[in-house]
């Protein structure tokens, strides 16, 4: 009772205060705990007063508040047990309650409060431990104000004060650690300790201060480095403490404190992934795992949608969340009642939002662990769940397989088409679906190899040859090829899954051999590109030798498309490709009066003579076509070559200047030569042989290519460099009257109605390079039909394409309206018989507001377009 006395024990005066009290403290916390099991609960009281003051008394040092905190830890065993002894007391043996149960109250009292004097020390903590981070990491230690803000309350000046930073922040963490341990002992007394009203568990209140814990102890966290290794394993263990307070709670207080904070628990996740630790902890202790298991899902399944956010950390921690919920419920399969009511959700949900995201591979990474999770362990229950949702889980799947185009977007479909949790009898109506995904499960990588051929020995082995084998027949022609290819792949083990699914076919695996051989047809019957080599004769002379070079164009194509081709034999290919310009292209020469004649090349004029014999009829017409059309399809893949080299980082260089010059030899060849007379095959220099291969680019610069490929990347694309120069040659009037502007129109909208919707968005990047290029007399007369084609994408795009499609029609469209109907648009001209007279001129309608001008009728359409992209721009 003396040493309680705080004024006998260390006296009044500042001064002794301050050199005093640690001493005097340490002394008394020691001879308190010796006698704390023989104290009185007045005296427990008296005790629980004094050492809470220390612990949020900032002049002591955090060494004495880590002593009052342990004191305080130690207090609690002696509270409960005198509480429970004196709730005994209370109650006589006829139950009657006697007046010592007011005693008995008390000491839940006393633990109460030595909860909330620890629950409040982490709410000074957490702002202290954010100070210490920012001090260590500004390294201003000399500061005299950061002198201050530490020790507020020291006497003596500041340059007595000696801080350092380290030791300061090892006290800390250890002052974290001793709370954590000692908070963890007060819950469990406070949720164990007998009563009259509540048998076990936390009264409303003390679920409150449980709740506060929680969001002030994660941010005392912000003291540990997330860059040093040995700082990252403390903080995990800290972690693994923290978590373990809560799982000493009863489950209906467990439930109040993380049901209405989980949100403060995914918060400190996203911003320090080491705090994954506390719910891995809780799905892993038996005590807590299926009321967490619980509220997590349907915290985590409202936020499914979320997985394809700007913010991809947001996404990864969902998904790791999941993930962590399916290890648990494969640990403590009871939790498998608790994940069953969320199965169709779940399932619907990622099928929803993959179809509508443009980043759809982090649903398809979640249906794939949960459909592992499932199968790995045979949960009866969640399979069960999974027959009703088979049918139209397997159709969208098929759906969104067909229409993928990366790599890795394939593999994942292919492998959850082949792992949906559910037994063959049920599967069995939808196998037929399956047949085309286990095909390209074989043809893909080593692991999709394993699971085509786990897969299909399954189907041999359990089906009937007469169900079996009219689904094998249907995909014989990849099947057949696809096994052989294992068994020559080198790997013993496919090899071997190979020959022991075609032992169990038997000889029902020849019935599948019933394909013919592939012949390689030529198109045009003979080459369009022909070297002519001389070689010596033995008599004397040379002899002229034609060597065709169709085949190596075609072979230096594919070697430049190849991504895993080394870069010295992707420049010899381009070497290929411009030597073969000169051969190509022939030279063009302008006449005085505007028009340009063109002179064949002189191997393609041997190559023609050497049609003729002796003093023969020209070339026929069906010949001199096919020659043509055989010249066309070189260039196009010469050309091709060019573009695909200037997208190329290591090979731009090698092709800088040529794909300008050969679009401005096109643009002169269209615009300054005549067209080609009816009967006489189109010239090499044709305007559909630089749109195809231009539209092409296009094309493929949309195309998603996966990881493996790069993307195709121009500096301009082929067809803006075109129509720059082809504008940059003949005045508006004139370039109105060629049909180039057209053509280029109908192909560009011919792709709005294609099926991929690389090839949609492609059509639309085109138009946006036509539409401020050409005349506005050739827009006018193709509006109704480039409307329609970008009002086409909204009707056939599909649900998962709209919200990577509608945005570039919008963009389209509003752009061919303004273009149509802007201020400086002339009104199109409308042919009218003779006998229709011409309108009157539109009278001026009256404005709708008082002191407005009043509009023509005539200049409403431009009105209009202005206000609606007046309206448009408030709108962004």
């Not at 399969?333 to 982090?362: F, G, W, Y």
């Not at 072979?555 to 310009?581: C, G, H």
């Not at 949309?702 to 990881?707: A, I, L, Q, S």
Request: glycine share 4%; hydrophobic share 45%.
């Amino acid at each position: 009772d003396i040493f309680l006395d705080e004024k006998l024990l260390v006296g009044t005066s500042r001064g002794a205060g301050d050199s005093l009290r640690p001493l005097a403290y340490s002394l008394l916390a020691e001879v308190v705990h010796h006698v704390r099991m023989m104290l009185s609960m007045q005296q427990l009281s008296k005790a629980v007063h004094l050492f809470s003051r220390n612990v949020h008394d900032a002049s002591l040092p955090l060494t004495v508040q880590t002593t009052s905190i342990r004191l305080l830890m130690n207090l609690v065993e002696g509270i409960y047990h005198k509480h429970n002894q004196d709730q005994e007391k209370a109650v006589g043996a006829a139950g009657a309650v006697n007046p010592a149960a007011e005693a008995s109250v008390k000491g839940r009292k006393l633990l109460v409060r030595i909860l909330d004097t620890f629950v409040r020390k982490f709410g000074t903590l957490k702002e202290y431990t954010k100070k210490l981070s920012e001090a260590k990491t500004k390294d201003k230690l000399d500061d005299p104000g950061l002198l201050l803000e530490f020790m507020p309350f020291r006497s003596g000046s500041l340059s007595d004060i000696v801080i350092d930073i380290n030791k300061e922040i090892s006290d800390c963490k250890q002052l974290i650690k001793t709370l954590i341990v000692a908070v963890r002992t007060v819950v469990w007394s406070v949720s164990n300790v007998k009563g009259q009203s509540v048998p076990r568990g936390m009264q409303e209140h003390e679920s409150l201060i449980t709740a506060k814990l929680l969001r002030h102890s994660l941010k005392c966290f912000s003291i540990y480095s997330s860059n040093d290794a040995a700082s990252t394993k403390e903080e995990k263990e800290i972690l693994d403490l923290l978590a373990g307070i809560f799982t000493v709670l009863d489950e209906r207080t467990f439930r109040d404190v993380f049901t209405l904070n989980l949100q403060v628990l995914f918060d400190h996740l996203l911003r320090k992934d080491t705090c994954i630790a506390v719910p891995q902890h809780f799905l892993s202790n038996q005590s807590v795992t299926k009321p967490f298991t619980d509220i997590l899902l349907q915290f985590l399944v409202q936020r499914i949608r979320d997985l394809s956010s700007s913010d991809k950390h947001e996404g990864q921690v969902i998904l790791n969340l999941f993930k962590t919920i399916f290890i648990g419920i494969s640990t403590y399969p009871d939790n498998e009642h608790v994940l069953k009511q969320h199965v169709r959700q779940i399932v619907i949900a990622c099928l929803k939002h993959a179809m509508q995201e443009k980043r759809a591979t982090s649903y398809y990474l979640l249906l794939k662990t949960f459909f592992r999770s499932v199968s790995d362990r045979k949960f009866e229950h969640l399979q069960k769940e999974f027959i009703a949702l088979l049918k139209n889980l397997l159709e969208n799947l098929c759906k969104m397989l067909a229409a993928a185009q990366e790599d890795d977007t394939k593999e994942l479909l292919v492998e959850l088409c082949l792992t949906v949790p559910a037994r063959l009898n049920f599967l069995l109506p939808h196998i037929p679906l399956l047949m085309k995904p286990l095909v390209q499960a074989l043809n893909g990588s080593p692991e999709m190899v394993h699971l085509g051929l786990k897969k299909l020995e399954n189907w041999v082995e359990s089906l009937q040859p007469a169900f079996l084998d009219p689904l094998l027949q249907s995909v014989k022609d990849d099947l057949m090829p696809a096994l052989y290819k294992q068994l020559q792949s080198g790997n013993n083990g496919f090899a071997l899954a190979a020959i022991r699914i075609l032992g169990k076919l038997g000889g029902r695996n020849r019935r599948l051999l019933r394909d013919q051989t592939q012949l390689e047809a030529r198109e045009f019957g003979d080459d369009g590109l022909k070297l002519t080599v001389h070689l010596a004769k033995a008599s004397g002379g040379t002899a002229p030798v034609k060597l065709p070079l169709d085949e190596a164009v075609k072979q230096a194509l594919a070697l430049m498309e190849k991504p895993n081709v080394d870069i010295y034999y992707k420049k010899q290919a381009v070497r290929l490709i411009k030597s073969t310009l000169g051969c190509l292209l022939p030279p063009l020469k302008i006449r005085p009066g505007g028009d340009a004649d063109m002179k064949m090349a002189p191997t393609l004029e041997d190559d023609l003579k050497a049609a003729e014999s002796g003093h023969a009829a020209l070339v026929t017409a069906e010949l001199a076509n096919k020659r043509s059309l055989a010249n066309q399809a070189v260039c196009r893949k010469v050309i091709t070559a060019l573009f695909l080299a200037s997208s190329h980082p290591d090979l731009a260089d090698e092709v800088d200047g040529l794909v300008d010059g050969v679009c401005r030899y096109f643009a002169v060849a269209i615009a300054l030569c005549p067209p080609a007379e009816e009967g006489f095959p189109k010239p090499v220099h044709a305007e559909e042989v630089l749109l195809d291969v231009a539209i092409d680019a296009l094309c493929q610069g949309e195309k998603p290519r996966g990881d493996k490929k790069p993307p195709m990347v121009y500096t301009l694309p082929p067809l803006q460099i075109f129509l720059d120069f082809l504008n940059s040659l003949a005045p508006t009037e004139e370039l109105a009257k060629l049909p180039v502007f057209d053509n280029i129109t109908r192909m560009l909208c011919h792709l709005c109605y294609q099926r991929p919707w690389w090839q949609k968005v492609a059509g639309c990047v085109g138009l946006q390079i036509l539409i401020p290029r050409m005349p506005v007399s050739c827009l006018l007369s193709v509006e109704l039909s480039v409307s329609r084609a970008l009002v086409a994408i909204w009707r056939d795009s599909a649900s998962d394409e709209v919200a990577i499609t509608a945005e570039k029609a919008y963009a389209t469209l509003a752009m061919v309206l303004h273009r149509c109907h802007g201020s400086t648009a002339k009104p199109m001209a409308v042919d009218r018989p003779p006998s229709v007279p011409a309108p009157a001129p539109a009278p001026a309608v009256a404005p709708a507001v008082a002191g407005a001008p009043a509009v023509p009728l005539a200049a409403y359409p431009a009105a209009v377009a202005a206000a609606a992209a007046e309206k448009e721009k408030e709108k962004e």
